[in-house]
C-alpha cells in the first residue's frame, strides 16, 4: 500500500509540476490573471460601483454574492450534519446538574475571561460592521464571535455555556442567519431586479442605488456573522462532549 | 415571474431545509410536510422550465445573479446560470426523485434514524439544492462549492445509519475530497492562463489566444476529468461507492444511488463539450481518447463481472451502477453526437431504472429481512406488487424493450459502431449477457423457489398477510413511489425518440 | 552536465518557487491521506492538502509592487485639513484613476475564503464521524476495524 501510494503521490506530483513551465512567475504583475479584465474591473471600478473600499468584500458580498449564499450553506450544513452524526438525544433532556457538572477552568481562568470577554465581543461585531472599509467581515467577525463563547465555555463551564446559547438557540440563529441572506435576495426579487441584485432596493433604503448595495452587503455580512456564530460554538460543543452535550472538556 | 424559475427551482428547498430546522425535532410529520410540499413545488417549477426553454424563442436561460452584465469589456463580472434542454431535463429528474422519494420515506423515517427526522429532511433538501445548482451554473468555482455541498449533505446523510456506514462514509470522505480538490486544481490552473472563472469566458479567452497545446492546460483537464471521475465512482476510482451505497439507511440509498453519479456524468459532459471544446478533447493529437474509451470498458466489465460474484442484493446493484457508469463515459468519449446524446440519454433512463430497482430491493429487505439473493425466494406468489416493480427494473437493466434501457443502450451502441469502437459495443453486449444472467437466476428463485423465513410474526386473525407465510405487502405510501418509478422506466423508453431529438439538437448547438 | 542543470533551477524553480513549495505540500498530504492507517492520520493528512491548495491559490494573487486589496482614503482625509486647496483635492482623489498594479488580485483572496469554509466543514464533519466509528469499534486504526469486521473476526 505505501508502495502504490508514493507511486502515485509521484506521478501526480510530476503531473502538476509540469505544468509550471508555462505559469507566470512569482509576483509577475502582467499575468493572465492578475491582468485580466476581471481582476482589473474589480480592482479599478469596485469603488466607484458600490461605494466599498475593500475589494474583497465587495466582490465576496456582492459580485460573487451568490457563491457567498452557498459558503454559509455548507457550514450550516456541517453543523446539523455533526449533530446529525453524533448527537444522542437520550438522557440529555434531563435537567442540568449542578453538582456534578464541571465548573470549567480554574479561578485564574474564570476572572481573566470575564474581564476580556466583553472586548472580544465588541471587537468581533466592530470587524462585521466594518468590513467594508478594512479586512473584515461576516465569517472573520461571526469566527470571532462565536470562539468568544467558546472561550465562556472552557472557563466557566459548559452548562453555563449553554444556559446563554442553547442547543435550540443556536439552531434558530443558524437559521435566521440564512434566512436573512437568503429573504434579502428575495426582496430583491419581489422588487423586480434578479436574486441579489442589490441595486433595486434604492426606493426603500436611503441614498442612490450605489449606497444600496453598500448597505446590502452590511445586511447580508450580519446574516453571515449569525449562522458562523452559531454553528462555531454548536460545532465545538457537540465535537467536545462527543454529542451528550453534558460535561465539558 | 417566469424569467426567474431558474433560481426558484433552487430557493424552495432552501426555505424546506431552514424551516424544516426550525420546527425542530419534535414534529417529524410536519418536517415530512413541508418537506414533501417544497419539492413538489420545485418540481412543478422545474417542468415549466423545460416547457419554457423548449419553446422556440427562448432556447436557453441565461441568468445572471446580482444583475450584473458583462461591464468588464465582455466579460462576466458576477456568476450567472444557464438553463438550456440538457440542464432543465435533469434538474427534473432531481427534484421528481426527490419528490417521490420523500413520498416513500414517510413510514421509514423514524424507523431508521431514530429521533433526527427533522435533520434528515434538512440535509436531503440541501442535497436537492446542490444537485440543481450545479447542473445550472455556468461559473467554474459555483460549480466546486456545490459539488461540495452535495458531498457533505452526502456523507452526515450516510453517516447517520449504523456502524458500518460510518466507517463507509469516512472512505467516501478522503475520496471525496481528493476528488474535489482535484477539481478544485484543475480550475486553479485555467484561472492562471485565463483569468477568468465563467465557463464560456474561459471558453473564449483560450480560444482567442490559442493556448490549446500548452502543457497547464492539458495538465487542467486531466485533473478536472480525474476529480469528476472520482466523484463519479468510475473504475478503478470506485472503491467508496459498493460500501457507502449498501451500508446507507434505505431511504438514503434510494435517492442518492439513481442521482448523485449522474449528475456528475452530466457535468463530465459539460466541461467536455462547453468548457474545452470537441477539437480538444477528441483531438487525435492527444492519445487520451483510446485511453478513455479502454478504461469505459474495463469499468463495465469488471462492474458486470463483480455483480455477478455478489450474494447481497444491494451490492449487486451498486456494482451495476459502476458499470452503468462505464456506459455513460464510454459514450461520452465515443466522439461523435451519437454517443454524446446516448450517454445523456442513459443519465435519465440509469435514474429510473436504479431508482425502480433500489426502492424495490430495500422493500425486500425491509419486509423479509434478510439481505442476501435467497431473500427473493418464492415472492412472485407472496409479494407481487413488488415484484412487478422490480421486474420492471430489471428487464431495463437488461435491456429489454420497450423499457428505457434498450433505447439507451441502442443508442450507445450506434455510437460506438459509428466511430469503429468494437471494443465498446463487444463491452456493452456482454454486460447485457451477465445483466441477464444476474437477474434471470432471481427471477428464477421469485417464481419457483420455497417461501424465506418471516422477519415478523403476524397473528393469523391479520387480513392482509398471507395465510401461509405471513409476508405481507408494505404500504401504499412505499408502493406508490415504486410504481411511479417503474411508469417512468416504461415513459422514457416510449417517449425515447422525442428526448433524443431534444438532446441531440441541445448538443449540436453545443459542440459548434 | 551542471550549468545544465543550474539553468534549469533558475529559469524554472527560482522564479517560481512558490508553484514548487506548494506542490511538494499538497503531495505530502496526499500520500498520508493515502497511505497511513490511522483515521486521524488521513484527516490530518487531508488538512495538509487543503491547506497546501489555498496557499497555492493566494499566491497566485501576489503582485510585486502590490499592497492589499483595499482601497485607502488616507490621502484624502489629509487635503481636508489642508484647507483652500481641498475640494479641488478630494475631487481629485475621488474621479484618481486607480493604478491597478498597486493593489494584489482581490478574486483568489475571495475565492479562498470559501475554500477555507468548506476545508473547516468537512473537517469537522470528518471529526464526527471518526467519533462515532471509534464509538462503535473502540479504535480508530483501520486494519484493526476491518479486523472486527471480517466475519471470523470477534466484536
Known sequence: ?249 | MTEHFPILILLVPLFGALIVVLLGRERPEQCWVTSLVSLGISSIISLFTIIIVLSDKVQTIRYRMGGWEPEANGYEVGIELRVDILAALVVFAVTFVGFVNTIYSKTRAEAEVQGKVSFFYALIQLLIVGLCGIVMTNDAFNLYVLIEITSLTSYALIAMGNRRAALSSFNYVIMGTIGASFYLLGVGYLYIKTGTLNIDDIRMVLGNNDLWEHQSIIVAFIFIMLGVWTKMAFFPLHGWLPNAYAYAPSMTGTFMAPLMTKVMVYVMIRVMVWLFGWDFVYSDQHVWRELVIWMAVIAIVAGSLLALARTDIKKMLTYLIIAEVGYMVGGAWLGNVTGQAGAFYHILSDAAMTFCLFIAASIIVLRVGDSRVSAFDGLFRKMPLTMIGFTVGALSMIGLPPTCGFFSKWYLISGGMKAGQWEYVCALIFSSLVNAIIFFRIFERAYFGKIAGVKEDLSPSDSDANPDTGIKEVPWSMLVPLFIASGSVLLLGIMNRTLFEWIQTALEVMNT | MDPIIANFIEENIVPKFNYWIYVILMMIGLYAMITKNNLIKKLIGMAIFQTAIILFYVSIGVKEAGGIPIISHHGSEHHQEAGAHSEAGSENLKHNIIDKDKYANPLPHVLMLTAIVVGVSTLGLALAISQRIHKSFGTLEEDEILNKLRPGGHD
Open chain 1, 1 to 249: 500500500m505505501k508502495l502504490f501510494g508514493l507511486i502515485a503521490v509521484f506521478i501526480v506530483g510530476v503531473l502538476l509540476l509540469s505544468a509550471t513551465q508555462d505559469f507566470p512567475s512569482w509576483g509577475n504583475p502582467r499575468s493572465a490573471a492578475s491582468d485580466g479584465e476581471v481582476s482589473s474591473f474589480y480592482i479599478e471600478k469596485t469603488e466607484a460601483v458600490t461605494k466599498v473600499p475593500n475589494m474583497v468584500t465587495a466582490v465576496l458580498a456582492d459580485f460573487r454574492g451568490y457563491d457567498t449564499m452557498f459558503e454559509t450553506v455548507v457550514i450550516f450544513i456541517a453543523g446539523i450534519g455533526i449533530i446529525a452524526v453524533l448527537r444522542n438525544f437520550e438522557g440529555s433532556d434531563s435537567s442540568i446538574d449542578y453538582d456534578n457538572d464541571d465548573n470549567g477552568a480554574g479561578l485564574l481562568a474564570r476572572f481573566t475571561c470575564s474581564l476580556i470577554l466583553p472586548f472580544i465581543q465588541i471587537f468581533a461585531l466592530y470587524v462585521v460592521a466594518h468590513g467594508h472599509h478594512s479586512p473584515g467581515g461576516g465569517f472573520q467577525g461571526g469566527v470571532m464571535l462565536g470562539a468568544s463563547y467558546i472561550l465562556l465555555a472552557l472557563a466557566f463551564g459548559l452548562s453555563k455555556a449553554k444556559r446563554i446559547f442553547s442547543e435550540r438557540r443556536t439552531m434558530i440563529f443558524a437559521a435566521v442567519g440564512i434566512f436573512i441572506y437568503v429573504g434579502w435576495g428575495v426582496l430583491c426579487l419581489l422588487l423586480g431586479g434578479e436574486f441579489l441584485n442589490y441595486s433595486v432596493l434604492d426606493s426603500i433604503l436611503p441614498g442612490d442605488a450605489m449606497m444600496a448595495r453598500s448597505y446590502s452587503m452590511l445586511v447580508v455580512e450580519i446574516g453571515v456573522a449569525f449562522t458562523v456564530t452559531a454553528i462555531m460554538f454548536s460545532m465545538y460543543s457537540n465535537l467536545s462532549t462527543r454529542g451528550r452535550l453534558s460535561k465539558g472538556l
